[in-house]
C-alpha cells in the first residue's frame, strides 16, 4: 500500500528554515529602523543649523564682510565721539575758544607790594591735538593811579584727563602799558600758568588758573595772582 502523505520530518524541516529567515528578516529591521530614524531626525536639524544666519558656518563670504566692516565703521564713529576708551568718554577737542575772566594779582617790587584787580578776556586757538593751543588775552589792572592792560602770548600744553576735566600749563611773552598819572609807559617780560578748564557741557567751562609773571619795571616785578572765568568752545 503506497503512502500519499509526506513525512513529518521534511515539512518540520521545511517549516523551521521559514521560521529562521523571518526571524532574521525581522531583527535586521528592528536594527536598521532606529538607525533610519535618527538620520532623518538630525539631517534636517544640521541643514537648518547650516542655514542659520548666526551660524558661522551659514555665513556667506560677502555677509561675514558686511558685518565686520559695519563693526568697524561703528567702531570709528564711537571714537570719532570719544566713546570707545574711559569708560565712554565724550572728548571733544574745539578748534577755537572764547572766554572771560576775573583776575587778581598782587606784584612784588623793590619798592613795596601792590595788588591788582581787574578782569580780562582770551582767544584760544588749537594748533596741534592734545600738543600745542595758543592763546591771546588781555586784561584790565587796576594800578595806584591809573590802569595796566597786560598783553599775554601763551603757548599751552593740556591734558585732556577725562571728558571734563582739562588741565594746561602755558608759558610765553607777556607786554604791560601801563596808563598812569605820571605818565604812561610800557613794560615787558615774561608769563606762565597752569590751570584747568571745568566742561559743564561739550561747549561750556569753567576757567580756573594760577599765575606767575615777571615783569621789568625799572627792576624786576614779581606778579602772583589767579583767575576765574568761563569760556566757549567750537
Known sequence: MR???PPPFPLALTDHRGTSRLASLAFLTALAWPLAGW???HAPEEAQHDATPDSPRGESHGEGHAKAHGEAQAE?????????HHGGVH???HRYLAGVFGVVLGALAEEGTTAH???GAFFEMLVIPNWLEIELSTRVLSAETG???PIELLFKKPFHLTHWFHPF???GPALVPAFLEEGNSVHGGGASTIGAYFWLTSDLALLAEFNYNLIYDKG???ELGGSFGALLGW
Do not use: D
Open 39 to 41: 538620520t532623518g531626525e
Open 220 to 222: 624786576l616785578v614779581h
Open 91 to 93: 572728548e571733544v577737542h
Open 169 to 171: 600749563i602755558g608759558i
Open 117 to 119: 584787580v581787574g578782569v
Open 147 to 149: 590802569v595796566e592792560l
Open 3 to 5: 503512502c500519499t502523505n
Open 76 to 84: 570709528a564713529h564711537g571714537e570719532a565721539h570719544g566713546q570707545g
